[in-house]
């Protein structure tokens, strides 16, 4: 069964046409992942995914409802979160208290009754506070709780993140580019990560450029080349498409 369905997304920028009338599914219980050379098109198809821009053109079905005319915040509401390629926590803030963020889309207490202080907020913060902790030990970074996020390395603040999106309780995740910057051993601890998040029947759908990354663990493979798609298939049907090869080898037709 489709949970996301994307049906001839455009999205323009000036004469730039980003993405061009591109349309996929990703099946629920998947890995599926969005590739192609710098300036394909990949972040701007997240983004209209996402709720961070609005189409020209198309449609973006999730959970068999319409969410392309939504905010992000609703989306997220909705069960669809995500990651970033430049990575964003909050200054100021603890890794944990950056986690619990992601985990008030949840919370049924508003501005009011947060400046109240009622006693029933007190229990939902310490449940927010718990699964926070749930999730940065089930990608092993509770020791970092307490540590200031913009203290940690690169790698560690890509796992609050993820933690944080996970904290939103997402029926699908989208991950942009999560192995950036990292060396191999953190890439292949990424790899990990992702298949035991598809194990608790979280649907990823993920940009990457490391190739052995998204071959591994992806059922589907999405390709694009100046914003439109010129592959979608399994890993191994990908690997050997002339026109992919072509794109990502610069080789003549001949």
Do not use: C
């Amino acid at each position: 069964m489709a949970l996301l369905e994307v049906n001839n997304l455009s999205k323009r920028f000036g004469g730039l046409h980003a993405v061009k009338d591109v349309s996929f599914s990703v099946q629920q219980g998947s890995i599926k992942a969005v590739i192609g050379p710098n300036g394909a098109g990949k972040t701007t198809l997240f983004n209209l995914v996402s709720g961070f821009l609005s189409p020209d053109a198309g449609t973006v079905r999730f959970k068999d409802r319409m969410i392309h005319t939504r905010s992000p915040h609703l989306i997220a509401e909705q069960g669809l979160s995500r990651t970033f390629q430049h990575i964003r926590l909050f200054a100021h803030m603890t890794a944990l208290e950056n986690v619990m963020v992601g985990r008030h889309v949840r919370s049924r207490a508003g501005f009011l009754a947060g400046m109240l202080n009622l006693p029933w907020t007190w229990r939902e913060e310490q449940e927010i506070r718990e699964k926070a902790l749930e999730l940065m030990e089930f990608l092993d970074i509770a020791n970092l709780a307490q540590a200031d996020a913009l203290s940690l390395s690169y790698g560690q603040q890509r796992a609050v993140e993820l933690a944080r999106a996970l904290a939103s309780g997402p029926t699908m995740l989208l991950l942009d580019e999560p192995a950036a910057g990292l060396n191999m051993r953190e890439t292949a601890d990424v790899a990990k990560i992702i298949s035991r998040i598809r194990d608790l029947g979280i649907t990823v759908l993920i940009v990457e450029h490391d190739m052995s990354l998204v071959m591994n663990i992806s059922d589907e493979i999405i390709v694009l080349s100046y914003g439109e798609k010129i592959a979608d298939d399994a890993p191994r049907l990908v690997q050997t498409n002339p026109e992919v090869i072509r794109v990502y080898l610069g080789e003549d037709d001949a």
